[in-house]
């Protein structure tokens, strides 16, 4: 069964700036910013100590920027190419510094692996989005 949201996208798509996008690849790619958004708030939440602090506030701004990509992709009529690109590599390099932290406690906190797993899988949803939109960007 299709995902109400990609749907909805799909009805609208000759009217987006984004015409021809693999609905797909951005679907993959909202789930993937959520369970960032979602492992990063937990991840934060479970971090204690002055050790940690850099962790859960990289986790809790990671959690902020997936929760903006993934509104942003939700809201492709009012799509600027060029500020939804950078928003995505911000999103990406977000994504992998926070992975990097949280594996310095990934073999004493498993939700600091499970953390940084997700924020992997993230990054590499957004880069083949980024891929995928190649093609629609303007030229520089």
Do not use: L, Y
């Amino acid at each position: 069964m299709m995902n109400m949201t990609m749907q909805m996208m799909e009805m609208h798509q000759k009217d987006m700036p984004m015409q021809g996008m693999d609905m797909s690849v951005m679907q993959e790619c909202i789930e993937a910013c959520s369970a960032a958004e979602q492992a990063c708030s937990m991840c934060a939440g479970m971090m204690s100590g002055a050790d940690m602090s850099m962790c859960m506030n990289m986790c809790m701004n990671t959690a902020d920027v997936t929760n903006t990509m993934m509104r942003m992709m939700m809201r492709p009529n009012g799509m600027h190419m060029a500020s939804f690109s950078s928003m995505m590599q911000a999103t990406m390099d977000m994504c992998t510094a926070a992975a990097d932290e949280c594996m310095k406690f990934a073999e004493m906190h498993d939700d600091a692996r499970m953390c940084a797993e997700v924020c992997r899988q993230c990054a590499m949803a957004c880069q083949k989005m980024m891929d995928a939109m190649k093609g629609m960007m303007p030229a520089s």
